[in-house]
């Protein structure tokens, strides 16, 4: 009878065990978008038209008749950005329009400024109209 008492004790005890409840799963990690955090760029406010030619990545290869000491890129973006940046990262940017026929207007905080230009595939000449101050570019991608 010990026997059988003992066996009713620990099938009890099994059967309880058995019932209890499982330990909750832990729960699955939801990531919610934040509305806040999320930035979508907006599109530009006007796109230049009319000097496709001169937007992309140019490096200068001659200012008023000599190389310069230091590399300069200049990049023209469609959104009227004229951004020149040198070797060691140091950028200023200003904007760019259409001035006319092969004439740019670029205008930083000081001024604005009228350049004549001339794309030759791969090469770029900007010249103040009425002096001989050039500057010779080439185009890099």
Not at 5 to 12: G, H, P, R
Not at 16 to 30: G, K, S
Not at 31 to 58: C, F, K, S
Not at 109 to 125: E, F, H, I, K, Q
């Amino acid at each position: 009878m010990l026997m059988r008492s003992l066996s009713t004790c620990l099938l009890a005890v099994l059967f309880l065990a058995a019932c209890a409840e499982d330990p909750p799963e832990p729960e699955a990690l939801t990531i919610e978008p934040d509305e806040q955090g999320a930035e979508v760029p907006t599109p530009p406010q006007e796109i230049v038209e009319g000097a496709d030619d001169l937007i992309g990545r140019w490096v200068i290869l001659e200012q008023a008749g000599t190389a310069p000491e230091d590399l300069y890129y200049v990049t023209f973006t469609r959104e009227g950005d004229y951004i020149v940046q040198n070797e060691a990262g140091s950028t200023k940017r200003s904007s760019f329009r259409p001035a006319g026929d092969n004439l740019i207007a670029i205008t930083d905080s000081s001024d604005t400024r009228r350049y004549a230009y001339v794309v030759d595939g791969n090469t770029l000449v900007l010249e103040v109209p009425g002096s001989e101050t050039r500057t010779v570019l080439e185009r890099r991608n």
